[in-house]
């Protein structure tokens, strides 16, 4: 497998670990075992914006999305929709920002609807990390030269998330 599957894969496990925590956050206040921690939700959504919205997402648009566009026109809608969802992600980030902060300011009251954006977007997420990985990586495995798996691995080494990094310590 390309070395930069790898590094994508291991983002992803990364980026699944920070969904998973802000589930596990909701659920935790939901039951009252705890309360809101700002600070925690707002470290995570800081990761997700300065991470995978600015650096993973637009490597995975520019390297990978890119050349399998240039090798395979079947492949069109699919990356299409991904880079759609990547677009859109800022987007849903804000909205899960937005909530947490009618949550924080309004009390209990506005905690369902923050419940709710935070299930709906790592539902999303974990949806199109899906694709990625079902669909796009198998594909680009078939389709891309060794030529360009050289510059999407040098691209992907450039900037490795700092989560992924811990675990190779």
Not at 111 to 116: N, P, R, S, Y
Not at 142 to 147: D, G, H, I, S, Y
Request: glycine share 4%.
């Amino acid at each position: 497998m390309p070395k930069a599957l790898n590094i994508i894969r291991d983002e992803h496990r990364s980026i699944a670990a920070v969904l998973h925590g802000m589930q596990h956050l909701v659920r935790q206040i939901r039951e009252g075992k705890a309360k809101n921690d700002s600070r925690v939700f707002r470290a995570m959504l800081y990761y997700l914006d300065t991470f995978s919205e600015r650096m993973h997402h637009p490597k995975e648009d520019r390297f990978l999305f890119g050349p399998l566009r240039r090798r395979e026109a079947g492949a069109d809608a699919l990356i299409a929709e991904l880079e759609r969802e990547h677009a859109s992600g800022a987007q849903s980030l804000r909205r899960v920002e937005q909530c947490l902060i009618r949550y924080e300011e309004g009390g209990d009251k506005e905690f369902t609807e923050f419940a709710q954006e935070v299930d709906r977007f790592a539902l999303g997420y974990w949806d199109h990390m899906r694709k990625e990985e079902e669909q796009v990586f198998p594909l680009a495995e078939k389709l891309l030269t060794p030529e360009d798996w050289a510059e999407i691995d040098r691209a992907f080494e450039e900037n490795l998330d700092p989560l992924a990094s811990e675990r190779d310590e």
